[in-house]
């Protein structure tokens, strides 16, 4: 897909019910609620335009789906915003995005998700893509591989059913709907929503200490060693493409490298 294909009607209410669906609202002492699941798209809807499409949706953590921060490498949410801003900074090229879950057995809830992608250009070459994080494996072709847990710091899950599995090893009784506003049926469990607001507030500082530099993908010439860093690739004339390197907005303010004078902000 390019850039001009994402979707430009926005996303309704999810009704669909995917295999393994069940949920918990979980209360702290402060009153704070959280859901632990989410109906989760495995390609997002800002690159699919799916929705209520049964083959695009799973049942998965809200931890994986938004890692309880856009800046967590943890979360899906990392790399769809930062997919998201490499295609809005390429709008000539393409990006092939693919998403798998992965089942264990007849389990109704997958265990982790694979995430691959890889850029296009004009001349249909594969360009690798990379987003940082820590997680990322890229083959000899330039697709990169991601594998995330559907997992979650708030409880333990029962794969087989999507049920939460308590201390004492039992299933709990299931909340709400998570498009519900109703507010019985809780899962009263302390300090559990103390983890995703930790999380939220570190976001928030880190947020007003320049979070954009430092993660957005930039590009250098001459293997990395040019002076001048850009921010798409098509804004790089007469360079050898496969001389480009692919770093950081941070890595190379810190190499004392400057945005080029010509490509606008």
Do not use: C
């Not at 995917?18 to 800002?46: A, C, I």
């Not at 694979?114 to 594969?126: A, M, S, T």
Request: no cysteine; aromatic share 8%.
């Amino acid at each position: 897909m390019r850039d001009a294909d994402e979707p430009k009607i926005k996303r309704e209410r999810l009704t669909y019910n995917p295999t393994g669906w069940h949920n918990y609202k979980f209360t702290t002492e402060k009153s704070k609620t959280t859901w632990l699941m989410d109906r989760g798209h495995l390609v997002g809807y800002q690159f699919s335009g799916m929705n209520n499409v049964p083959e695009n949706l799973v049942t998965m953590t809200k931890y994986l789906n938004t890692g309880f921060s856009e800046n967590n490498p943890d979360g899906m949410l990392y790399y769809e915003n930062r997919l998201d801003s490499w295609l809005a900074n390429h709008k000539n090229f393409w990006l092939d995005y693919k998403v798998t879950p992965i089942y264990e057995g007849n389990n109704l809830v997958p265990s982790r998700v694979e995430l691959q992608y890889v850029g296009i250009d004009k001349q249909g070459k594969l360009l690798e893509i990379k987003l940082g994080g820590g997680k990322e494996q890229t083959d000899e072709y330039g697709v990169t591989t991601v594998t995330l847990e559907n997992t979650s710091p708030l409880a333990k899950i029962d794969y087989k059913t999507g049920m939460l599995i308590k201390e004492d090893g039992k299933q709990a009784e299931e909340g709400e709907d998570s498009n519900s506003d109703a507010d019985e049926n809780e899962a009263v469990i302390e300090g559990a929503s103390d983890i995703e607001e930790n999380a939220n507030t570190n976001t928030s500082e880190s947020d007003t200490n320049n979070v954009a530099p430092k993660n957005r993908i930039v590009y250098v010439a001459n293997k990395g060693r040019s002076n001048t860093y850009w921010y798409s690739l098509e804004n790089i004339k007469n360079a050898n493409t496969a001389n480009i390197v692919q770093m950081t907005e941070q890595e190379v303010l810190n190499q004392h490298k400057h945005h080029s004078t010509t490509e606008a902000q």
